[in-house]
């Protein structure tokens, strides 16, 4: 089943901070996030594994709630070069990066 | 290092018709795994192959079909075109064994159009 995400879409000023949630209804063993530009393909930014894992990737970083089946990306300080549709994918034991999609989230940032 | 790359780029075909999209993946990626992206949407699995052999299937009919060659290069068929079929095909591929937290490394897409 598909992860949920919100918002679908945000409009930031460049500068400001920004939470990306994703939602599962399924028990997880990892979550991936990527960006993906218009035109473009996906580009992978973090994985994170069960168990409380945070990451960070520049000032962009991220946690994982396993026990809630949740993931949130955090954007802070954001750049122009953080626009695009960001999604969450989730992996599940054994599922050999079988990776599932979320509804996606379009970020937008203006000077 | 060569990432993923994808053949053709853009495709027209008509419905009824088929198509073979083409891959090879990033050097030292052994998996290929293949995504339907309809516009404004997030990528949907098609099917992963690995050693040749497909290991895990979407819920895509039996229409979508797939090849994987000893040097790990994979082709995407598709039979009996429908107008739903037209997105961007993704490639991706990764790695299997030693861990499962391979990230996957997409190409570009093929852009097929079905009219």
């Known amino acids: 089943q598909q992860p949920v995400q919100s918002p679908q879409a945000v409009i930031l000023r460049e500068g400001e901070d920004a939470v990306i949630n994703c939602s599962s209804s399924?028990?997880?063993?990892?979550v991936h996030w990527y960006r993906q530009k218009h035109g473009e393909a996906p580009v992978f930014l973090m994985i994170?594994?069960?168990?409380?894992e945070q990451k960070g990737h520049e000032k962009i970083s991220a946690s994982f709630n396993e026990k809630k089946q949740q993931s949130s990306l955090y954007l802070t300080a954001s750049q122009l070069s953080y626009s695009g549709t960001y999604f969450c994918g989730t992996e599940r034991r054994g599922g050999y990066q079988k990776v599932t999609f979320g509804t996606g989230t379009k970020l937008q940032v203006i000077p | 290092d060569a990432g993923v790359t994808q053949s053709p780029t853009h495709l027209i075909k008509t419905r009824g018709q088929q198509v073979t999209l083409r891959c090879s993946p990033k050097?030292?990626?052994?998996?290929v795994s293949w995504y339907q992206q309809a516009l404004g949407q997030g990528p949907q699995f098609i099917f992963q192959y690995y050693e040749e052999e497909e290991r895990q299937r979407g819920n895509f009919p039996d229409r979508f079909s797939g090849h994987q060659f000893p040097n790990y290069s994979s082709e995407l068929n598709v039979n009996a075109l429908l107008l739903g079929d037209s997105a961007l095909y993704l490639c991706?591929?990764?790695?299997?064994?030693?861990?499962?937290?391979?990230?996957?490394?997409f190409g570009n897409g093929t852009r097929l159009t079905v009219t």
């Open positions: 050097s030292g990626h052994d998996t």
């Open positions: 991706a591929s990764s790695i299997t064994g030693g861990s499962y937290n391979s990230p996957l490394h």
């Open positions: 994170l594994l069960k168990g409380g």
């Open positions: 399924k028990a997880l063993y990892s």
